[in-house]
């Protein structure tokens, strides 16, 4: 029976072929352009239309709970989500956390729409799992992991959070000149960027960094290599890439905790193209440059993964 109180939102992105289809304007058009690549456009094809009916099954399954809004990836920034919304998400990993950054501690359940493809390190449900989670979610029993966020808060206004990473440098390829403040040390440092890692991103561009500095050192006595640390853990970890050592320039503060009681500040020097983004979406960014300081906390609400 349908409970009009109850607001489900499904969330989706578009197939690697809509995609296609949007940019070249016919189905026959992006064929063309996949065989000229040599590219197998029937599979292509074959994930849309698996993609397809798996979202339309969905959709049917939460229609006889309650009332469903379909939502496609792009109109998350601008949508506003209730606090009381349940959240279903099919699709890749990436899409849980680009939709995790936008809500408020709401429930989300992730569905691994194609378990062939994608391994869904966040995506601990199949389609035919749907209707006794959302059930239980609605009946709040069903338990949840907790996963931090970090926020990114600059003087002038701007915000923005990361459910991996957040990375803090030049917009190209070039070096990043800044003032970093951690606790009571203080360094002015020209380098390639600042990463700071979260719980669930320390399984991945964390690894990178820290397999870059045992290559070139030769030792590693990080804790968290190979495993990372808890999505829930209430801290970051930030790293400084490619520091560059010079008479105006340090790099003795390149890797520090950040928890409640220790934020990192950090001061632009650049005059144009500095930037931070989140989770790799490079296109969407804060603007950092010169007069602009960042201050980097943990995010004030938890994202909430079904389990």
């Known amino acids: 029976m349908m409970e009009q109180s109850t607001r489900i939102i499904l969330i989706h992105r578009k197939t690697r072929l809509a995609e296609l289809v949007e940019r070249f304007n016919t189905v026959q058009q992006a064929r063309f352009y996949l065989e000229q690549s040599g590219a197998d456009f029937a599979d292509y ?13 969905a959709r049917r399954t939460l229609e006889a709970r309650g009332r469903v809004q379909v939502l496609e990836r792009a109109m998350l920034p601008s949508y506003r989500f209730n606090t009381d919304d349940t959240v279903v998400v099919i699709g890749q990993d990436g899409l849980v956390a680009n939709t995790l950054k936008y809500l408020n501690g709401n429930p989300v359940i992730a569905i691994n729409p194609d378990p062939q493809r994608w391994d869904g390190v966040l995506l601990p449900f199949l389609p035919a799992d749907l209707p006794l989670v959302i059930d239980e979610v609605l009946r709040r029993k069903r338990s949840h992991k907790e996963i931090t966020l970090a926020r990114a808060s600059t003087n002038d206004g701007q915000t923005m959070l990361a459910v991996n990473d957040l990375f803090i440098g030049p917009k190209s390829h070039t070096s990043a000149r800044y003032a970093l403040h951690w606790g009571e040390r203080s360094e002015v440092q020209s380098s390639s960027g600042i990463i700071i890692s979260t719980g669930l991103g320390s399984t991945g561009w964390y690894q990178s960094l820290l397999a870059m500095a045992q290559g070139i050192t030769g030792t590693m006595t990080d804790p968290h290599v190979g495993s990372g640390f808890a999505w829930d853990a209430k801290m970051l970890i930030f790293t400084v890439r490619e520091p560059f050592p010079s008479k105006q320039t340090g790099t003795t ?55």
């Open 45 to 57: 094809q074959q994930e849309d239309q698996d993609y397809r009916h798996i979202l339309e099954q």
């Open 253 to 307: 503060l390149t890797r520090g905790q950040v928890n409640e009681l220790s934020p990192l500040r950090i001061e632009s020097f650049m005059p144009e193209n500095g930037v931070i983004f989140s989770d790799g979406i490079e296109s969407d960014f804060l603007t950092f440059n010169a007069g602009c300081t960042v201050e980097i906390r943990l995010g004030d609400v938890a994202g909430r993964l079904v389990a």
